[in-house]
């Protein structure tokens, strides 16, 4: 450490002394879990907590921000017994070491904790978590409702997931605080609304709801564990799938829901079908329905071959009743002739010959009325053949064309997909910027940082971190979108 003398000759002052000391405590302890009783506890105007934490035999001076214990649940009083997560420090003007504190819980089982396992017994009792209760999920959904931040990692993953998996599906995301006072109201209401959305002529009703937000402590994930929450999820007509931290969290939403996913990825690819094998699956019915058209058509085709070689022409059978009918005229003439001539009438032979003549010329008009409809059966067959070939032809020009349109469209869903994607904002140029100490709080105030802050900076390619040397803020006269 260059600040320490490297013999026992050169004198440092106070302040290098304690700067060290800071260093050294800060660098070699990390993050940090205590138990202990409170004692001495303040808190004057600036809002910030000081006490004491004390077992029976030491004790360890601590402080806890502003901005930290307004996210906890409870006023700490003298002689409670609590578990502190912070930081080793020195507070260099007075040469004192002490804990900074970042989260504040009640010592055992906790406050949080019994409150968990309450209201989850309650919930079970009621059948909240029933199996028979849960609702299917969509295969393939047309529309997903996505509740959550929509600055928060967990959004980026599940957008990621989605567009590389099947970006055709159309996303509609309900921001929503995802922790804090505010953030299960927030969550009820969206709820309410994905549910009494009906659509519009360019959007479909929602077909599921996927409720999720990025990992944290029992503190922060807590607005997934009241019970509005949870009977907003099982009131919920619509299928809800929970993502709630990573693998190892556990919400009582997690339970209600109709489908739980470990991490915010895992959701993603639980709801979206992959869409090279849905692809690969319609180039195989493509290929079956050909393979079965062209079998039927040979099978149609061999059997008109098989008929037509036993099909007479109509005209040889024509010409053989012709044949038959003048051989019948003329065996009939002579039977009547010889039977006339033995009654030796020969008024009455004319007029039985004449009516003879005629039914004969009847019965030969008919068969060349009925000669002159007729078609060549090799005719009939050639036509029938050419129509199929040409409705082959037509379908699988079709069946091109409607793939087409089908991928032009799966493009364009990914253009638009892209085009809302939060990332996108990045891509121009700009920054997002949130606190170094929780990751996921965005900063929207400068008045929300102090000197010696340590902030995250996102950028279009990799990010960065920054300690805030000086802040600016707009005076009451100045406009409040101008850029310090």
């Given at each position: 450490?260059?600040?320490?003398?490297?013999?026992?000759?050169?004198?440092?002052?106070?302040?290098?002394?304690?700067?060290?000391?800071?260093?050294?405590?800060?660098?070699?302890?990390?993050?940090?879990?205590?138990?202990?009783?409170?004692?001495?506890?303040?808190?004057?105007?600036?809002?910030?907590?000081?006490?004491?934490?004390?077992?029976?035999?030491?004790?360890?001076?601590?402080?806890?921000?502003?901005?930290?214990?307004?996210?906890?649940?409870?006023?700490?009083?003298?002689?409670?017994?609590?578990?502190?997560?912070?930081?080793?420090?020195?507070?260099?003007?007075?040469?004192?070491?002490?804990?900074?504190?970042?989260?504040?819980?009640?010592?055992?089982?906790?406050?949080?904790?019994r409150a968990f396992d309450?209201?989850?017994?309650?919930?079970?009792?009621?059948?909240?978590?029933?199996?028979?209760?849960?609702?299917?999920?969509?295969?393939?959904?047309?529309?997903?409702?996505?509740?959550?931040?929509?600055?928060?990692?967990?959004?980026?993953?599940?957008?990621?997931?989605?567009?590389?998996?099947?970006?055709?599906?159309?996303?509609?995301?309900?921001?929503?605080?995802?922790?804090?006072?505010?953030?299960?109201?927030?969550?009820?209401?969206?709820?309410?609304?994905?549910?009494?959305?009906?659509?519009?002529?360019?959007?479909?009703?929602?077909?599921?709801?996927?409720?999720?937000?990025?990992?944290?402590?029992?503190?922060?994930?807590?607005?997934?564990?009241?019970?509005?929450?949870?009977?907003?999820?099982?009131?919920s007509r619509l299928p809800?799938?929970?993502?709630?931290?990573?693998?190892?969290?556990?919400?009582?939403?997690?339970?209600?829901?109709?489908?739980?996913?470990?991490?915010?990825?895992?959701?993603?690819?639980?709801?979206?079908?992959?869409?090279?094998?849905?692809?690969?699956?319609?180039?195989?019915?493509?290929?079956?329905?050909?393979?079965?058209?062209?079998?039927?058509?040979?099978?149609?085709?061999?059997?008109?071959?098989?008929?037509?070689?036993?099909?007479?022409?109509?005209?040889?059978?024509?010409?053989?009743?012709?044949?038959?009918?003048?051989?019948?005229?003329?065996?009939l003439r002579g039977s009547?002739?010889?039977?006339?001539?033995?009654?030796?009438?020969?008024?009455?032979?004319?007029?039985?010959?004449?009516?003879?003549?005629?039914?004969?010329?009847?019965?030969?008009?008919?068969?060349?009325?009925?000669?002159?409809?007729?078609?060549?059966?090799?005719?009939?067959?050639?036509?029938?053949?050419?129509?199929?070939?040409?409705?082959?032809?037509?379908?699988?020009?079709?069946?091109?064309?409607?793939?087409?349109?089908?991928?032009?469209?799966?493009?364009?869903?990914?253009?638009?997909?892209?085009?809302?994607?939060?990332?996108?904002?990045?891509?121009?140029?700009?920054?997002?910027?949130?606190?170094?100490?929780?990751?996921?709080?965005?900063?929207?105030?400068?008045?929300?940082?102090?000197?010696?802050?340590?902030?995250?900076?996102?950028?279009?390619?990799?990010?960065?971190?920054?300690?805030?040397?000086?802040?600016?803020?707009?005076?009451?006269?100045?406009?409040?979108?101008?850029?310090?």
């Amino acid at each position: 450490m260059s600040s320490l003398p490297q013999s026992n000759r050169e004198i440092l002052s106070v302040a290098d002394l304690n700067r060290a000391a800071r260093q050294l405590l800060e660098r070699e302890f990390a993050m940090l879990y205590v138990e202990g009783e409170i004692s001495n506890f303040t808190r004057p105007s600036s809002g910030h907590w000081y006490f004491t934490l004390k077992d029976s035999s030491a004790q360890i001076r601590c402080a806890m921000f502003r901005n930290r214990n307004q996210a906890i649940r409870f006023t700490p009083a003298n002689g409670q017994q609590v578990i502190l997560r912070g930081k080793i420090s020195l507070y260099e003007g007075r040469g004192e070491y002490q804990l900074l504190a970042e989260f504040l819980e009640e010592a055992g089982d906790g406050a949080l904790r019994r409150a968990f396992d309450k209201l989850k017994s309650q919930l079970l009792a009621e059948g909240l978590f029933a199996a028979e209760t849960k609702k299917a999920i969509p295969k393939l959904p047309e529309h997903l409702c996505i509740i959550t931040s929509p600055t928060g990692a967990a959004i980026r993953d599940v957008l990621q997931v989605m567009g590389r998996r099947f970006p055709g599906i159309n996303i509609t995301i309900l921001p929503v605080a995802v922790q804090g006072d505010d953030s299960p109201a927030q969550i009820v209401r969206a709820l309410a609304l994905a549910n009494e959305y009906t659509g519009t002529d360019q959007d479909s009703p929602f077909d599921v709801i996927l409720l999720t937000r990025g990992g944290g402590s029992l503190e922060d994930l807590w607005s997934f564990n009241t019970e509005p929450v949870a009977r907003a999820i099982h009131a919920s007509r619509l299928p809800v799938v929970c993502a709630v931290g990573h693998e190892t969290d556990v919400s009582i939403a997690d339970f209600v829901a109709d489908l739980r996913a470990p991490t915010p990825s895992a959701a993603a690819e639980l709801i979206s079908p992959d869409a090279s094998e849905w692809l690969q699956a319609f180039k195989r019915y493509e290929r079956l329905l050909l393979n079965q058209m062209s079998a039927g058509i040979g099978q149609q085709r061999r059997n008109l071959q098989h008929l037509s070689q036993r099909m007479r022409h109509p005209g040889q059978r024509l010409q053989d009743f012709h044949q038959r009918l003048d051989d019948l005229e003329l065996r009939l003439r002579g039977s009547f002739r010889h039977y006339l001539g033995q009654f030796r009438l020969p008024q009455y032979q004319a007029r039985l010959v004449r009516a003879m003549q005629r039914q004969a010329e009847r019965a030969r008009a008919r068969l060349a009325l009925a000669s002159t409809g007729l078609q060549e059966p090799g005719q009939i067959i050639s036509q029938h053949q050419q129509r199929v070939t040409y409705l082959s032809q037509r379908l699988a020009r079709q069946m091109r064309q409607t793939m087409e349109q089908r991928q032009r469209q799966l493009a364009h869903s990914a253009d638009k997909l892209n085009t809302v994607s939060p990332l996108a904002t990045l891509q121009r140029g700009y920054a997002i910027v949130s606190r170094a100490d929780t990751g996921t709080q965005i900063v929207r105030d400068a008045a929300s940082l102090a000197i010696g802050d340590l902030v995250d900076t996102r950028l279009k390619r990799g990010r960065f971190e920054a300690r805030v040397t000086a802040i600016a803020l707009p005076d009451a006269t100045s406009n409040p979108g101008e850029i310090l």
